[in-house]
């Protein structure tokens, strides 16, 4: 069965970078659209980031310019490369696969940016 398993998330200062890792396990990465998503306490769920499993990387306006999605094949790995952090970046960071027959998400990491 595939597993996500996820890093990097800490508390960091605002301005300051963080990069989150996902690691597949049990299957291949490049036959899943992986993505970010966050979510704040009290907000909905936000996508944040995707790389399509036969396309490349987008990521969403409100975080354009300071976030960047990549994948490595190699090492069956997508990250999330954080710059610029504000305190409104602060929330649960979950990857996600998309593959048939379903959705299959991270446990999730913890980001907090301090002011």
């Known amino acids: 069965q595939v597993q996500l398993v996820e890093s990097g998330g800490g508390l960091v200062q605002a301005g300051g970078s963080l990069r989150l890792s996902c690691t597949v396990s049990g299957d291949i990465v490049t036959r899943y659209t992986m993505a970010w998503h966050r979510q704040a306490p009290g907000k909905e769920r936000e996508w944040v980031a995707v790389?399509?499993?036969?396309?490349?990387?987008v990521v969403a306006a409100s975080v354009k310019g300071r976030f960047t999605i990549s994948r490595d094949s190699a090492k069956n790995t997508v990250y999330l490369q954080m710059n610029s952090l504000k305190p409104e970046d602060t929330a649960v960071y979950y990857c996600?696969?998309?593959?048939?027959?379903?959705?299959?998400w991270g446990q999730g990491t913890q980001v907090t940016v301090s002011s």
């Open positions: 996600k696969g998309t593959k048939w027959p379903g959705d299959y």
């Open positions: 790389f399509a499993s036969g396309g490349g990387p």
